[in-house]
């Protein structure tokens, strides 16, 4: 395999070919088909993200994937920022369409003409739904699996609010759904205030969720964004006041995608393949049998099986004989599973098991009673390394430097002082081609521009996907 | 509400719309959004369809939604039998496409290049997978919500084998798998193999299953396909075998829809709105307080919540206080929840709950303590008597004639002898407006022809949806 430090990018799309996450043979660019392996993960992470939202009261919908070319058109600076990327159908059959529909690149135009029949008064506010679905963008760049691709596995949450106020409360509030999104997926994260030019098209402001590969180049993970009324004006979605008169209602999104995989595969993964933190991991635990002349050890496996499996792991068995413990060790180390169990000979007449972490440590003997209670706190030992280790590989890639010389060399996350202007961030973006990702959320303290020395605050630079 | 059995059509528009299962308000016909209470019910079936296939080891997997030309045209009948149904990509952004791009009408066009891929040996076979996705018609008929329509909710699994025999054993399994599907859905049916001029294009031969909704025409709620070699020779699907030659596999495939909503929806509801059986149900018990003057329930009722939740079942709360129970109570009913516990003062101080049932017979007084026990026993009962009178109104709904003259008046799925010409099934459409269903899978017996007198089998004719 691929060295992951030295040829990240030749490692990533090769663990993600031999694990079986994605085939990308398929015959159009940039559309892969997800493999069995790599659907499950991500349905994992989409079952850690509903589990969030569905506790805040958010209501899961579907909505159709073609938009007119009304609908989409309602939103001045939306329309302009998508009609570039967009797929459009112009053909039924052999008819020609009198309306030509785009597929959907997210969903502000599909919902939004709908939310305007829904929301009537107060009592309708606030308004919380969100999808899982496939979003389409005419991708013209290099295309990467889970990174830059033309149809995207997403999930976008709409809200509706009767004040400013309340829709700022719900941008808090998506900020503690995703500290817990990302705790269970163990990723790292600081979070960016996009410049107004790269801000979401129709939005107030946005602020992005950004992590570091491996590489060096820093990856969007997730945006949240406030609308205020840019949309409901132009969408008419508007309630009864109780003194008779109508409001806007303000608006807020908050958009994930497949791209929590990439981090997942690019951050935790190792020169031996993948590693999975345990809550995402299709195969929390798996059991391999070591063959053994004297007795059959299946039965003893199998019933540890059933035991894990009782006790809500998703655990394996594999007793395959026609490979070496070896070569099964290899196998599941490169899938990435957070534990191994194995059972031989030893492990039957001892009445243990031993078990072996994903992210190394000594190999340890449990005692066969112990099993149901072991496992979950072992997966949480597994989890908490991953933490560890992806923070440090954070901390590492997200450093601060006093000026464009020091910047110069700079990898990851790059933090410097900035005054917001555009003209300073072209002259970094010629000088070093970083762009800039936006001020640093939460960082107040002022700070002077490296370009043009004003004042300014910490705001982050850096080579992107 | 409207009346059910006389106006079945018109009382379906009405319950899909006021249960919030659906809105068709969306501005492209056919096109229809999934509200939270409908998406849930389908949720339900999805996950009753995945427990059945994933424990017989077939593997979920996602397709791109784009076929290209290329892909489509690969088998002659296929593409012949979607072209004039299929949604057509032309451009992406302001680009003219160089290739257009099908949005996939079903998935065989996308799986199988990419099965010759995956397929070199006996280890690869028999190789079954499935996706749940959207597929899209361009339906120039009269769409109905979840019945026909333009995007719609899919299962498909396909399959391959490495010989005729084992495709045929797979048939056999996919009809004991819909067996348990229809037994959770409380959906009776008959399996009727279609026409030759009705098969799924590119098929060797189609085995559909049939049910009959209240307004007597019969509705396909799903079909298993056996495509023998038709496939894998156009797409190069083949295998090694020993003797160093190579072979076509031999495949199959299943497919189920939103229709099972449609029917579910159809069959079992009554002039009070929806019936949903236990599996399907987003709410399988509500409980609704009676407030009191002289106690609090809600405390009483909130821990019974928490015990039925902890029991695994879906189970809600209504505590409001601005709405008379007897509203409340004919809220949830049309909702369709099978079981509504009742909590007041009377049954707090008695230490007690009184439950009513969805499908009727008195209500029951039922101890504390027994709660646990006595739901599960109770949804079991109510799905019992969805089957039960389901089953009544298939029997009175598809009956056996011996004439065409008898047959002038009849309702349903009509059995009569067909000799299996088409000049004798065009001939009882013309005179009776009633469609071919193919012969009745199972009935071996002898049967003259209606039409023409010579010797037959017995056959479905029906108007259909």
Known sequence: MENRKENFSEWYNEIVDIAGLSDKRYPIKGMNVWMPYGLKAMQNIDRIIRTNVDSRDFQEVSFPVLITRDQLSVEFEHVKGFENEVYWVTRGGMDQLDVEMALRPTSEAAMYGMFSLWVRSHADLPLRIYQIVSVYR???????????IREIHFFEAHTAHDSYDDAERQMDQYR?????????LCLPYMIDQRPDWDKFPGARY???FDTVLPGGRSLQIGTIHQYGTNFSKNYDIKYLKDDGTHEYVSQTTFGLSERLLAAVVGIHGDDQGLIF??????IQAVIVTIPSKSLDVVPYAQAILDELKAAGIRA????RDNYTPGFKYNEWEMKGVPLRLEIGEKEVSGNRVTVSARTGGRRRQIDRGDISRSVPELLEEVAGNLRARADEHFRKLSRKYDSIEEMKNAQGLV?????????????????????????????????????????GKIAVFSRSY
């Open 415 to 455: 933090l410097a002082g900035w005054c917001g202007s555009r003209d300073c961030s072209d002259a970094i973006e010629g000088k070093l081609e970083l762009g800039a990702l936006g001020f640093n959320h939460g960082s107040e303290a002022s700070e002077k521009c490296v370009v043009c020395g004003k004042d």
């Open 277 to 282: 933190p345990p809550a995402v991991a299709p």
């Open 206 to 208: 946005t602020l992005a």
């Open 316 to 319: 394996s068995l594999d007793t």
């Open 138 to 148: 005419y991708e013209t760049k290099h295309t990467r699996t889970f990174i830059r």
């Open 176 to 184: 503690e759904i995703w500290k817990n999104i990302s705790h269970e």
